[in-house]
Structure formats: C-alpha cells, structure tokens
C-alpha cells in the first residue's frame, strides 16, 4: 500500500484527490493539511510514502515545507502541485529535492500514475515537461563537471544520458537490449556515485553540468 499526504489550503481540492485516492486499491491517504507548517507536522506523524505538496500556501509555503521535510533522515518523496506548466517556484522545488511536479488540474489518471511512478522510482513523471521547465530555468552559465561524474563507468555514463532525457527503465531496457533489473541496478549505482536521491535530481544534475 502506497501512502499518500495531501497539503493543499483548497478543502475543495483536497477533497476531491483524498477520494480519487482512497478509490484505488493499492493507494491510501493517510494525512492532510491546510498549509506547509500544519503539512510538516501532518507529514513527520504519519510518516507518507508520497507527499502531495501545494506551491503556494499561507502559514507557511510548499517550498519552504518541502525544505523542512527533505532536511529529515528518511524524507518522503514530495510531487509539487502547480497552476502554472512552466513555474520557476517548481524548478527551485525540485532543485531542492522535490521528485517532480504536477498540473492542478492534471487528468485524474495521470495523477494516479504520477504517485505510483514517483513510489517506485522507475521514471520521472512528465518527463518532457520537467525537461522544458529546466531548459527556461536553467542557470545562465553550467557549473563545471564534478569528479564523481568520471568515476562513472562508460555503460553507466550511456544509461545516465538516457535517463538524463527523461527514459523509463522499460524505454532504457528496450533501447539497450537489457533486463529492467539490470537498468535498475545501474541506476541505482549511478545515483549512489553522483550522491543524487532520486531519477529527478539525475535530470537536474544533468542540465546543471550541460550533461543533458
């Protein structure tokens, strides 16, 4: 079971995903909150898988939530939801560590995928999305290369480049004539050498050091 918070300050709102959420069999809300210091409170006693996180709040705003929350030993992972497709405050979300961000009004289904996408790992959602909002907010000049890069072997700098433009393990595994697993293992090597959290920071990482 996949466990689910919602911060939003829109009752309506919440509402309305806790009961798209709560439909499905293998997901489950397990906290709410009206604001980013009520949702951090909300979040540290419920101990989410997947945090649904608003951008914009009173009290206390998504980003700065989002700050707090990723700061504990074993954060959850926190999708940003915007109004906006092309919102500088989600690019400095994820930038920070948020896995990703999502439309308000995103197709239901779409935000189904979306939780059990950013839970398993396995892909960044809205992949060619998350590419656009980094190509309008990318930093003016790259930052040099780090070492541990080089420390990357030759297969895992070509997976790293397909995941960079936003590739699932299905798509790397396809294209490479490799098993999921083993896609999964390079990944997950690849993240441990580039002291990265997740597919999303490899993306950003990426367009930082114009690797992308």
């Known amino acids: 079971m996949i466990r689910v918070a919602l911060v939003d300050d829109q009752a309506l709102f919440r509402a309305g995903i806790r009961m798209l959420v709560d439909s499905q069999p293998d997901l489950e809300v397990v906290g709410e909150a009206s604001d980013g210091r009520e949702g951090v409170q909300v979040v540290r006693a419920t101990r989410p898988d997947v945090v649904l996180m608003d951008i914009r709040m009173p009290v206390m705003d998504g ?15 926190i999708v ?5 497709d092309l919102d500088e405050a989600a690019a400095r979300a994820i930038r ?10 995103a197709d239901p289904e779409f935000l189904l995928a979306a939780i059990r996408t950013v839970h398993a790992g396995s892909a960044v959602i809205a992949a060619s999305a998350t590419r656009e909002l980094f190509e309008r907010f990318a930093d003016a000049a ?3 290369v780090p070492p541990a890069y080089g420390e990357l072997t ?24 490799l098993s999921e697993a083993t896609v999964k293992t390079h990944i997950s090597r690849i993240l441990t050498k580039l002291g990265l959290r ?4 490899l993306v950003v990482f990426a367009f930082e050091h114009d690797l992308a």
Do not use: Y
């Open 96 to 105: 920070q560590g948020a896995s990703g961000f999502l439309l308000k009004d």
């Open 154 to 177: 030759e297969r895992e700098r070509e997976i790293f480049a397909l995941a960079a433009r936003g590739l699932s393990n299905a798509e790397i595994a396809a294209r490479e004539f």
């Open 198 to 201: 997740d597919r999303v920071q």
């Open 63 to 77: 980003l700065a939530a989002t700050a707090e929350l990723l700061s504990d030993p074993e954060p959850p992972r």
């Open 142 to 144: 790259p930052r040099p």
């Open 80 to 84: 940003m939801l915007t109004t906006f």
